[in-house]
């Protein structure tokens, strides 16, 4: 018997493999299991995916829908993992449990998301011997491999599947394996997505055609930005789409963002004299795509930004980009990518004009990407000092941190009779009380 086991956390994810499976991107298999993981820092207080509207749509592409956290339990999935000695025990357990037979002949193959971290990577350590396909559901696959993965895992990944959002751009994840990358088609996830849609709750039905859509992260959560500073990024994504002329603008809140955001966007609304709605329901801003087929959306780096105008022709604008690229930390955060490609490909939401495709954005990922994880990635290093010397300018500074280039030897370093500044302890200390009286005489 051959078992392929799909693992998701989020709808997105078991939409694309859904779309992966109806355009044959997999191949025969005895029993399809769908395993669903609610990563949720509370998953008591969060739906699982499979309970979110537009799910039961999904459900007949496997033969069983599955619990991750049930299996595990008490343990959480994002913090934890098995013990090496123990992963024979709980091999033989899971295939007790979802009945996937425990002879030779009974072959398992997963599909996998976010494979460097767990739960994926728990998932992949208790099937050794298992083939693993990793689909991306978002632009951080266009990014370096988080981590350095282990070659007893990264060597079994036979391809990566992914969703085109950047036309011509290649994915760096998992390249350091040699792995191939496959397109999942276009029209297959908007197919599956037209069908999640019927189900859409009533606060979606009831969104007014045309509107401008404002999309909402959290991104105070992961301690980027503080919660006023959050509000605020949200502020300025209204009075943006206002300045363009939308009077009638949505807001999709992040599903486990605070009220409070909420309110402060409606007392914004009320200033400028625009029509504000707030989404009651979690739902995937692809559905108000199909629904209420926005004239604007605007967000800060959202992979549905770029959904919006790879797959359904949106104009989109971004806010807050420059300032992510700074708060981002360290540079190393799986998020840079996707803030740099955003911020390279949309315009300001607040400022006239349009933003242009670099003449070299591959080059430019592959840079970020080296600076990241230099050590996965070594044999980039001649490539991307040829890119630093002939496109570190103005426009592709701050992409790139000085002293991330000078702990490199990269182009763009501070030069060698200065690079001790930024580790003096009492330089930096004369500097920002320099600062500080400069903002107070000013």
């Not at 998953?43 to 069983?64: H, I, S, V």
């Not at 004009?353 to 591959?362: E, S, V």
């Amino acid at each position: 018997m051959r078992t392929q086991i799909f693992f998701a956390s989020t709808l997105y994810g078991a939409a694309t493999l859904a779309a992966a499976l109806d355009a044959d991107c997999f191949g025969p298999a005895d029993n399809r299991l769908l395993l669903v993981s609610n990563n949720a820092p509370s998953p008591e207080t969060a739906p699982p995916l499979d309970e979110m509207p537009g799910f039961e749509r999904l459900r007949d592409r496997f033969d069983r829908v599955v619990s991750w956290n049930d299996a595990i339990r008490p343990f959480h999935p994002g913090g934890w993992s098995p013990r090496s000695d123990d992963v024979p025990m709980w091999e033989r357990y899971l295939r007790m449990l979802w009945n996937l037979g425990d002879g030779p002949e009974d072959e398992v193959e997963l599909a996998v998301e976010s494979i460097q971290v767990d739960p994926a990577l728990a998932l992949a350590r208790l099937f050794p011997d298992a083939p693993v396909d990793v689909y991306a559901d978002g632009l951080m696959s266009y990014g370096p491999t988080r981590n350095k993965l282990d070659p007893l895992v990264g060597t079994r990944v036979r391809r990566l599947l992914y969703l085109e959002l950047v036309p011509g751009l290649s994915p760096l994840l998992l390249s350091e394996f040699g792995v191939t990358s496959e397109v999942v088609p276009a029209r297959a996830f908007t197919a599956v997505l037209a069908e999640i849609a019927q189900d859409a709750p009533p606060s979606v039905t009831e969104a007014p055609e045309g509107s401008a859509l404002l999309l909402g992260q959290y991104l105070s959560a992961l301690n980027i930005l503080s919660p006023e500073e959050e509000e605020q990024l949200h502020v300025r994504m209204l009075r943006g789409a206002a300045g363009r002329g939308h009077r009638r603008i949505v807001f999709k809140p992040h599903p486990v963002a605070p009220a409070r955001f909420s309110r402060a966007l409606e007392k914004e609304a009320s200033d400028l004299g625009v029509e504000l709605t707030v989404l009651s329901s979690p739902v995937l801003a692809e559905v108000l795509y199909e629904r209420a087929r926005p004239a604007l959306v605007v967000g800060c780096f959202s992979t549905a930004l770029l959904t919006a105008t790879a797959f359904y022709g949106l104009p989109a604008a971004r806010t807050g980009t420059e300032v992510l690229l700074e708060r981002v930390t360290p540079y190393q955060n799986s998020n840079r990518v996707p803030v740099t490609l955003v911020d390279a490909l949309l315009p300001d939401v607040e400022r006239d004009g349009a933003a242009g495709r670099p003449a070299d954005l591959d080059g430019l990922v592959r840079a970020v990407g080296f600076c990241m994880q230099p050590q996965i990635y070594p044999e980039l290093r001649p490539e991307v000092e040829s890119f630093l010397s002939a496109h570190l300018n103005e426009e592709t500074r701050p992409y790139f941190k000085r002293r991330r280039l000078t702990a490199l030897a990269l182009p763009g370093a501070l030069p060698r009779q200065f690079a001790f500044v930024p580790r003096n302890r009492a330089v930096r200390r004369v500097a920002r009380r320099a600062r500080a009286l400069k903002r107070a005489l000013s």
